[in-house]
């Protein structure tokens, strides 16, 4: 496959990929929508939690425009999950002491400052120390993000991982990044991590009823090596996998057994109350988790 941002090949092209916040505001905007290939994949792409798709156009999704989607969702055509955890296939026999390595307690890289997510870790703060990295903390990391990862989070006990919104399904690199450096990810999101990320290998900020117990927690496991070292037992038998989204893309194009399909209800993962998601945890107050 060949992989182009060059709208002049357009009309030679097997899949045309719309990003959903790129959409036009109306359909007779809609580039070269006249013009358009029988044989055309049109392919329905979003990255975002609902909260933040807000390129969203429910007409277009709904138009039979689409015929694939390339979502984090389930039931996308299509997977762009950040990452997947895979058995072994020959496990592995020991593991170094991840604790000795650690000489940072928790630490948070964010570019977001003013959201519920922000109060929810200022709350937390007060109880443990908490190394913030980015425009919102007091500590700089420079090159890249596996730069970063390599050489100075990875030096962390915690980092958390908390997403931007509670939403179902939706789990970013903020959980995939700290398993394959290393670290415990402290988790709060709107998946079901139980199953997605390898067993005990995260903790659930929503496993306790405040953050003052969720902070004792995490200083009880600091201090215990073999404890912490539990949280790591899952890499003798799991590995994490970064997907690569385009070859996915790619391969379907190439697989003749797919059957024609079109799209006129992909707003039931974006729009109104089928959006899943959740307001974030008041810090002050206890949210159980969803069932």
Known sequence: CFLTINRSAYKKSHAIVFNDRDLPDHIAHMPY?????????????????????????????????FNWSMTYHHNADIDIQYGHAVQRPIPRATLPDY???KDVLVTWAVSHCLNARMKYVQALSKYISID????????????????????VFSRSMFYLSFENSVCAEYVTEKLWNPLLYGVVPVVLGGADYRKIAPPKSYIDARDFPSVKDLAEYLHKVSRDKNLYNSYMKWKLNWKIVVP????????ALHD????????????????????????YPD?????????
Not at 40 to 59: D, H, I, L, T
Not at 256 to 274: A, F, M
Request: glycine share 8%.
């Open 99 to 101: 604790h000795g390595r």
């Open 33 to 65: 929508f006249k013009d358009r290939r029988p044989w055309q994949r049109w392919v329905y792409y979003n990255f975002e939690s609902p909260y933040y798709a807000r390129g969203y156009k429910p007409f277009f999704i709904n138009a039979g425009m």
């Open 283 to 291: 810090p002050y107050e206890y949210l159980p988790k969803k069932d």
């Open 132 to 151: 913030i990295y980015g425009i919102c903390g007091n500590k700089t990391c420079n090159g890249t993000n596996r730069h970063c990862w390599k050489t």
């Open 244 to 251: 690569r989204h385009w070859c996915n893309l790619c391969n």
């Open 256 to 279: 003749p057994n797919r059957p024609p399909k079109v799209y006129t209800t992909l707003s039931r993962d974006w729009d109104g109350l089928n959006r899943q998601c959740q307001p």
